[in-house]
């Protein structure tokens, strides 16, 4: 059984995520304790829950101590089938977390996952946006050989939710290596600014804009869609995601959200600055999806490689957790400024 003590590193959900996700591609019976332990709010809130109980769907998992506010968790996998599964969240808990627990078992089930996401938040604080993972995540694990489709029906804000999602992935028979240490030069920025029944305020127009100023600021040209979506009348909100993509294939992201009486040229600003430090630096891949490839690129056997601006919590808890969990090794060193994140051949 895989012992894993939730209070440890950063203490927060990135442990209970993938320990449930490692814990269904080993098919080894999970026990965690102090979940969520250093947060404001320990143990499960309702997007926590959700995520263990589609995890369980995905895997035939059995639980103990699923419910809200638990802060200790007995998950107990059966294998790995697939099929079509229904989550909803309840409240504007973020859809994308839940993904990012889900996804990696989906790429190792025995047929096609079709994962339907409801009542939950594509865009909330502290995590990205539905479209950060759209163009940039799942793009990235395109690469490791994951084919994904996602597809978002319903956009969702704090604090009532209601956004929608399905994600069909494809299984993998085998996870390809990731390996990217040269920056290149940069082709292209591209973008999708979003809002939702605040058309009348150019919201999306003026969150475009504003980009588009810091981007033209550092010598890079912009194009951003535009969306004024209608898809949900039951919450406004806003959001906007740049990619960059260079010549030697290195995706990078930057995302925000609108939030109350945050300007729209604030969030513009804000995700440009965002994209903006990731280019400066010369990463090969950004801040978030640093820690995001970290499962993917530990269950493969090859070596895979890649270059981040900047250790995060995230990043240092899922390194620590894979090593734990799975026996890999990982080498963290520094090329200049970056951090160069290898997982070593096995």
């Known amino acids: 059984m895989l012992k894993i003590d939730g209070s440890q590193k950063s203490g927060s959900g990135t442990i209970l995520r993938l320990s449930v996700a490692l814990a269904g591609i080993l ?12 947060r404001s709010q320990p ?31 007995w998950f107990k996998p ?42 939950g938040g594509t865009d909330v604080r502290h995590a990205p ?53 040269t920056f290149g030069s940069v082709e292209e920025v591209k973008g999708k600014s979003v809002c939702t ?28 869609e535009i969306m004024n979506d209608t898809s949900n009348p039951l919450q406004k909100g806003s959001s906007l995601v740049l990619w960059a993509k260079t010549g030697t294939d290195v995706l990078l992201g930057g995302d925000a959200i609108g939030e109350l009486r945050k300007p729209s040229e604030v969030v513009g600003r804000e995700a440009a600055e965002n994209l903006f430090k990731e280019i400066n630096a010369e990463a090969t891949v950004d801040i978030h999806s640093a820690d995001m490839l970290v499962p993917y690129v530990a269950l493969v056997q090859s070596k895979s490689v890649y270059l981040c601006r900047t250790i995060t919590q995230h990043l240092d808890t899922n390194i620590w957790l894979a090593k734990k969990v799975l ?6 060193g520094r090329v200049g400024s970056l951090h160069r994140i290898e997982k070593v051949e096995a």
């Open 327 to 332: 026996g890999v090794k990982f080498e963290v």
């Open 78 to 119: 059966t294998g790995i089938v697939g099929g079509d599964v229904r989550a909803e969240i309840g409240t504007a808990g973020s859809i994308p977390m839940l993904l990012l627990t889900v996804l990696p078992l989906c790429a190792f089930a025995r047929k096609t996952v079709r994962v339907h996401v409801t009542k």
């Open 129 to 181: 946006t539905i479209n950060y993972i759209k163009h940039v995540l799942l793009p990235l694990l395109g690469r490791m050989g994951l084919e994904t489709k996602l597809n978002v029906q319903k956009y969702g804000y704090y604090p009532k939710g209601m956004g929608e999602i399905s994600l069909e992935v494809q299984p993998c028979s085998e996870l390809k290596p990731f390996r990217l240490e």
């Open 197 to 224: 029944f605040l058309a009348e305020r150019e919201v999306a127009e003026r969150q475009a804009r504003a980009a588009d100023k810091i981007l033209e600021a550092h010598g890079y040209e912009g194009q951003v």
């Open 43 to 73: 143990g499960l809130r309702p997007q926590h829950l959700e995520a263990v109980l589609t995890a369980a769907k995905i895997c035939n998992a059995e639980t103990r101590g699923a419910r809200l506010g638990s802060r200790e968790l």
């Open 27 to 38: 098919n080894e019976p999970l026990h965690i304790y102090n979940i969520r332990q250093r």
